[in-house]
């Protein structure tokens, strides 16, 4: 069972950054393929960025490319999401989940990550 916590949410301008962590609560992190996802007020849950269990490969979705950057610190073990250039339509719960998702083409796919966090708020104010 891995036990997974997000933190770094806040109240940010538009245009402002902020680094989302989120720790793993145990080493064996790098067995698994880790992503962000989010969900806004009255929105479905939704994909942001993966990445692989060897750092080698990431993915975001279209909305968020070029802006956000999704690494890992394995000796931690722990899971970033570096959020710059906000905007208010970012704003929304952000999740982290950890899955042994096999194909890249899955990353993005919620049933494919088998842990996750609580959440944690991040608000971008216009």
């Known amino acids: 069972q891995v036990q997974l916590v997000e933190s770094g949410g806040g109240l940010v301008q538009a245009g402002g950054s902020l680094r989302l962590s989120c720790a793993a609560s145990?080493?064996?992190?790098?067995?698994?393929?880790m992503g962000w996802f989010r969900q806004a007020p009255e929105k479905e849950r939704e994909f942001v960025a993966a990445?692989?269990?060897?750092?080698?490969?990431?993915y975001y979705a279209d909305s968020v490319k070029g802006r956000f950057t999704i690494s890992r610190d394995g000796a931690k073990p722990t899971v970033y999401l570096q959020m710059n250039s906000l905007k208010p339509e970012d704003t929304a719960v952000y999740y982290c989940?950890?899955?042994?998702?096999?194909?890249?083409?899955?990353?993005?796919?919620?049933?494919?990550?088998?842990?996750w966090g609580l959440g944690a708020q991040v608000t971008v104010s216009s």
């Open positions: 989940a950890a899955g042994d998702v096999f194909y890249f083409k899955d990353y993005s796919a919620q049933s494919k990550y088998d842990y």
């Open positions: 145990e080493r064996t992190f790098s067995r698994y393929v």
């Open positions: 990445i692989s269990k060897s750092s080698g490969s990431t």
